[in-house]
Every structure is written in structure tokens, then in C-alpha cells.
């Protein structure tokens, strides 16, 4: 069963800076892309970023590029999205999410829909 865990969530003023991790448990992540999501109050789950199975291509979204840094690191079997310069509008509950590469050998989707595994979310709130 793949399964995942967010962590690195926190309160942080806006300018500030936050790591989150995506440890993998129970499954090789560099066999999956990975996805970073987030949801914020009443709104829709919306891409932020994403890695393919080779790190040979990154997606991000356009709010968030140049601020933000997806990587993994295939030792620690886990993913991270660095996220500098926050935002008030960064605030919400961040999730990451893996599709195996049998299913997207290259590249990466930024649709919610393509991503079976999910974690259970860690809270990003950005506020003075």
C-alpha cells in the first residue's frame, strides 16, 4: 500500500519561508512522480507543483514560480517543496500525492485527478 506523510507545515509571517517534506512509506518514490496540491478555505484543490519519475521535468504554477522549489531526495525516500517569499494567498492545507511511473513514465500531471495516492495534508497558514 503507498502510502505517504506531509510534514513541515507551521505558522509563518508573510516573507518567511517553510520546507515541506513528503516522506514515503512502504514504497520507492523515485518509481513515482509527485504532485504538491494545496487547498485553501472554501476554495478548490489546486496544482502547485510537480516532479516526473526522472526529476527531468518540474511544473509549477504561476503564483508560486521563482518562489517555490520541488526536489527529492531518493536516500531520504522523500519529496519537498521549498517555499520562500510566502504569501497570505500561500494559506492552505498542503498536500502531496504520487502516480507511478507505469502510469506516467515522463513528465508530470497537474490535475488532481491523475494522482491515486494522497497523504493526509499539512497546514500552511501565512499571516502576521
Known amino acids: 500500500q503507498v502510502q505517504h506523510v506531509e510534514s513541515g507545515g507551521g505558522l509563518v509571517q508573510p516573507g518567511g519561508s517553510l520546507t515541506l517534506s513528503c516522506a514515503g512509506d512502504?514504497?520507492?518514490?523515485?518509481?513515482?512522480?509527485i504532485g504538491w496540491f494545496r487547498q485553501a478555505p472554501g476554495k478548490e484543490r489546486e496544482g502547485v507543483s510537480c516532479i516526473s519519475v526522472n526529476d527531468d521535468y518540474m511544473y509549477y504554477k504561476r503564483s508560486i514560480k521563482g518562489r517555490f522549489t520541488i526536489s527529492r531526495d531518493i536516500a531520504k525516500n522523500a519529496a519537498y517543496l521549498k517555499m520562500n517569499s510566502l504569501r497570505s494567498e500561500d494559506t492552505a492545507l498542503y498536500y502531496c500525492a504520487a502516480v507511478p511511473r507505469t502510469v506516467v513514465p515522463r513528465g508530470c500531471p497537474s490535475n488532481s485527478d491523475a494522482y491515486p495516492s494522497w497523504g493526509q495534508g499539512t497546514q500552511v497558514t501565512v499571516s502576521s
Open positions: 512502504g514504497f520507492a518514490m523515485d518509481d513515482y512522480a
